[in-house]
């Protein structure tokens, strides 16, 4: 059900300092290893919520309002489990899982993201941060699937998204408003990340209502009317590809990824001012780049070596992950990597949104070890104190490189699925622990 008018000016006119200084009000609780106060009603049952609801009484504002603010990280860290479950899944054959819990990796994404904005999603009880401590019902009363879709679609129609989105992808260490400034300033990408937004959150919209993606994946029994299979080489380098472009960098929390959706931008720009696709025009793109590159003063063998990859001259082709995201969600064993990758895309941004959202309130990192080193622990990352970010990019460098000797070593038809649980047992470990993404990726 999409959004009526009063809920639409409602999302509208959300005042980014309504959850920033509803998010600062947590810092207190933050100094206890806590994420709320003791005596927050929804802290510990939120049942409570939907029992105020349905006795009339009025939700208490604050304590709602700080549950949202709370949630943002972590409904984002939530959404990492499940792509990472989905990755294990796929590293064991399983489409089904895999496709089922990349679904959820997306869902969690949407629902950070927005709540990054102020909005909470709740079963069938959906509110807005309208004023510090503040919680407004909204009137849509659809349910979780059904309103994270409407409101992502409307909020992707905002100016605001696109403004968002070009402050929160920084390859090279600049963000895309500074790449952009030589050609018109950031407004001429804002519209492709509008239809970015809607793009990475399709699944939303058409998996809840696809029964026979749905009943195939969740309830039928696999192999009626026939198995799904997944060959397993293919399934290797895409989870290899996916863990490679979210690399980290001292400029940029993924600095890989980034850098792809900078080119696939510059060429969509070049090709709206031109009528030309890039590849069909390459002097004159060669001279758009460089009006775009030149005013950035890097040193010259760097300036250089981003003009080679704008143009496509090192790693001419698209991130697997970026080509998968815009394929459609089909019923078939395949369908899982389009939607993994399309809530890898979704969790980058709502990990950006958090992390600055943190950051303007000055919440530091040490204010949140309480919990990146308690979630660390949980999930195996590591024992006792919690390690560097960089160390925890080390260890997924280490098992890529693991796979990339299993794959020189064995031909396609002798990576199987049984071979890759016998050589590569611990790298089926670490290429599952999404939550490591993040501990780098969404904490300032």
């Known amino acids: 059900m999409a959004l009526n008018r009063t809920d639409r000016k409602t999302i509208k006119d959300l005042d980014p300092r309504s959850i920033e200084t509803t998010l600062a009000g947590l810092k207190a609780f933050m100094s206890s290893s806590q994420w709320l106060g003791s005596s927050n009603s929804y802290a510990t049952d939120l049942t409570k919520l939907k029992a105020d609801i349905k006795a009339g009484r009025a939700p208490h504002q604050r304590d709602l309002s700080q549950y949202i603010a709370a949630s943002c990280l972590l409904h984002c860290a939530d959404g990492w489990g499940y792509l990472g479950r989905s990755i294990s899944a796929l590293l064991r054959g399983d489409p089904h899982i895999a496709r089922h819990l990349a679904y959820y990796a997306e869902l969690r994404a949407t629902k950070s993201l927005l709540a990054a904005r102020g909005v909470g999603i709740f079963n069938h009880h959906h509110f807005a941060i309208t004023a510090a401590n503040q919680a407004k019902q ?99 380098n895409y989870v290899s590809e996916l863990w490679s472009v979210l690399e980290p960098s001292a400029n940029s929390r993924f600095d890989i ?31 758009h780049v460089t009006k775009i590159v030149k005013p950035q003063n890097f040193d010259p063998p760097v300036e250089a070596e981003i003009v080679r990859f704008l143009t496509r001259k090192v790693m001419p082709a698209d991130s697997l992950v970026l080509i998968r995201s815009r394929e ?15 809530a890898t895309l979704l969790l980058r941004t709502a990990s950006g949104a958090a992390a600055d959202l943190f950051r303007s309130v000055g919440i530091t990192e040490a204010e949140l070890e309480f919990w990146s080193s308690g979630l660390g622990r949980a999930r ?14 080390a260890d997924i460098d280490l098992q890529l490189g693991e796979v990339a000797d299993f794959q020189s070593k064995h031909a396609k038809n002798k990576q199987t699925f049984y071979r890759i649980g016998a050589e590569l047992h611990e790298a089926l470990i670490d290429l599952g622990s999404c939550e490591r993404a993040a501990i780098w990726g969404a904490i300032p």
């Open 138 to 236: 909204l009137d849509n009363k659809s349910g979780t699937h059904d309103f994270s879709w409407a409101c992502l679609d409307y909020w992707s129609s905002l100016s605001t998204s696109g403004d968002l989105f070009i402050k929160l992808i920084r390859p090279f260490g600049l963000d895309l408003a500074q790449w952009f400034d030589p050609v018109g300033g950031a407004n001429v990408v804002a519209k492709q990340a509008q239809a970015w937004f809607r793009q990475w959150g399709m699944d939303l919209k058409s998996f809840p209502d696809d029964r026979d993606a749905r009943n195939l994946s969740s309830y039928q029994p696999d192999g009626l009317p026939k198995a799904w299979e997944l060959e397993a080489a293919e399934v290797l």
């Open 257 to 287: 990824i980034d850098r792809h959706i900078l080119r696939v931008s510059i060429e969509t720009h070049f090709q709206a001012l031109s009528g030309r696709a890039a590849s069909q025009a390459a002097p004159d793109f060669l001279r």
């Open 328 to 342: 459609p969600n089909t019923i078939s064993g395949s369908g899982a990597e389009t939607i993994a990758s399309r």
């Open 380 to 393: 195996g990352l590591w024992e006792g104190s919690a390690v560097a970010p960089t160390d925890l990019w």
